[in-house]
């Protein structure tokens, strides 16, 4: 089957705009992050989904970010007022659910990601 | 506070020499570690963890509580191997919270 999507691949948007990034998981996949990965870092936690739930927003880096996931399925990630360091890959990546990720396996399938850069 | 530290940002080999990447890490309760890996024009992908105590693509990682590492090796790089490493922090509560390090490339060279 597909794997996570992750639409659009790049967006150059100007400075004070308002931004949507949409990830569509791999299905049957409950859980769904989002991480932010600017350049020559490793990718950075935002936000975890168990479901529609918002189980853990403590990456979100302030209040100009926000994410929904409302039929726990497709997720967007909604950034205000954007701002030049904003600019930085999205990644989205899912997994079965939080407690498959101490079976075996432990793997988070990840998108590739949307490039977002801020004139 | 977790912290994941990869120091090289580029590791240049030749084909069949021995690869060692390096990563250490900070976390007081009981550690999950990870490697991930981007091949080129490929998204992020997991190679190997260190529950699983597996050799993948003939990596191997083994977890030093002791010196707080989790160094992936393989005896003899190929081509193929070429591409961005990342080792990764899982903590007890759970592993939405990865801790990523900055990444180390390896570049093998024929």
């Known amino acids: 089957g597909a794997g996570v999507s992750q639409t659009p691949s790049n967006k150059v948007t100007e400075k004070g705009k308002y931004v949507e990034l949409r990830c569509d998981p791999i299905?049957?996949?409950?859980?769904l992050y989002w991480y932010r990965q600017s350049l020559g870092q490793g990718p950075e936690f935002l936000i975890y989904f168990q479901g529609t739930g918002a189980a853990d927003d403590s990456g979100l880096p302030n209040d100009r970010f926000f994410a929904v996931r409302p039929e726990g399925s497709v997720s967007t990630l909604k950034i205000q007022r954007t701002e030049r360091g904003d600019s930085a890959v999205y990644l989205c990546?899912?997994?079965?659910?939080?407690?498959?990720?101490?079976?075996?396996?432990?793997?988070?399938?990840f998108g590739e990601g949307s490039r977002l850069t801020v004139l | 506070a977790q912290r994941v530290t990869q120091p090289e940002k580029l590791l240049s080999v030749f084909k069949g020499a021995p690869v060692e990447l390096k990563c250490n890490y900070s976390y007081s309760g009981s550690p999950e570690l990870f490697w991930y890996v981007q091949y080129s024009r490929q998204r992020l992908q997991l190679l190997l963890r260190?529950?699983s105590r597996e050799s993948i693509k003939g990596f191997t990682a083994d977890l030093n509580k002791g010196e707080t590492s989790f160094h992936l090796k393989k005896p003899f790089a190929q081509e193929e191997d070429s591409a961005m490493y990342y080792c990764?922090?899982?903590?007890?509560?759970?592993?939405?919270?990865?801790?990523f390090g900055t990444g180390t490339r390896l570049l093998v060279s024929p």
């Open positions: 260190h529950i």
């Open positions: 299905s049957g996949h409950t859980a």
């Open positions: 990546a899912s997994s079965l659910t939080q407690s498959s990720l101490r079976s075996n396996t432990g793997e988070l399938f």
């Open positions: 990764a922090l899982g903590g007890n509560t759970g592993f939405q919270k990865l801790v």
